[in-house]
């Protein structure tokens, strides 16, 4: 009875949906990561190619060297084959230096300056990780004022991490062993954060945070789940629900109905319930 009980209770805690209805995006392959915010969708491609969705069709954006795109609130963003931090001013990329440059007066390098993975769903502030799992926030001043000169503050995140989304309810990211973790308290005024909890039930490659604050990731097998039950006085929500695919996933985001994944094999697919 006791295994009969375990097992019922995993399937109430991974439910699987049925709802939702996925078409292949056809003008688009080899594509590496989409996302999606405000009812705009960036995309880069294995060529590290950047590209925006208007109408039906893709345009390509400036540069051929773009491993990372994001949009939302705070504009467009984007990360380079570098890690070099970018931000879309006037149809053009204005590289985004730190407080000390893109390096230090040593050998090292400027860390905060370099992001491998960049989210610009957050209040009005942008958040991401580099290439050594140091998660970074940038106050909503220093992301508004940034207009293609000067530098920026980064503030560096307490918790290791190597996706990093934020949203209305809060920031989630998924740690060098695909734990997932939630906090509620990042202040985009000043970037303060505490009170980070882990979000049990999935273990994720990644997760994207909605502009209205819908979760999705994807699991280490290649799986889409969504979090339900998130509500302003949930924030962690309640379920990890399924997300049926045709195919093994690599890559979620979701806005204004529309859930767009990309899979291992570089199509796009975009759902609706």
């Not at 070099?84 to 300056?113: D, E, H, M, Q």
């Not at 001043?141 to 940034?146: A, E, K, N, R, V």
Request: charged share 15%; glycine share 10%.
């Amino acid at each position: 009875m006791k295994t009969i009980a375990a097992f019922l209770l995993v399937l109430c805690h991974l439910a699987i949906s049925h709802a939702w209805n996925c078409d292949k995006v056809s003008q688009l392959s080899d594509v590496q990561q989409i996302d999606a915010g405000l009812g705009q969708v960036v995309a880069t491609d294995k060529h590290n190619y950047a590209y925006f969705l208007s109408g039906s069709s893709w345009d390509r954006l400036p540069s051929d060297n773009i491993k990372h795109v994001t949009v939302g609130h705070a504009g467009i963003w984007a990360v380079d084959t570098n890690n070099y931090i970018y931000k879309l001013v006037a149809g053009k990329w204005s590289r985004v230096n730190g407080k000390n440059g893109p390096f230090f007066f040593t050998l090292f390098v400027c860390l905060p300056c370099m992001l491998a993975q960049i989210d610009a769903g957050g209040n009005l502030f942008i958040a991401g990780a580099n290439h050594v799992n140091k998660a970074y926030c940038l106050t909503t001043s220093d992301t508004l004022d940034f207009k293609g000169v000067g530098s920026v503050d980064w503030t560096q995140m307490p918790t290791s991490l190597k996706y990093y989304s934020c949203g209305p309810y809060g920031c989630w990211g998924v740690d060098t062993s695909s734990r997932v973790h939630l906090t509620q308290s990042v202040t985009p005024s000043n970037c303060d954060n505490s009170d980070w909890m882990q979000i049990s039930g999935l273990a994720l490659k990644m997760v994207e945070v909605g502009s209205d604050g819908s979760v999705f990731g994807v699991n280490t097998s290649g799986q889409v789940y969504q979090r339900t039950g998130i509500t302003s006085s949930v924030p962690e929500g309640t379920t990890w629900t399924q997300v049926p695919m045709s195919a093994t996933m690599k890559h979620v985001s979701y806005d204004l109905g529309h859930l767009w994944v990309v899979s291992t094999s570089g199509q796009v697919f975009q759902c609706t319930e």
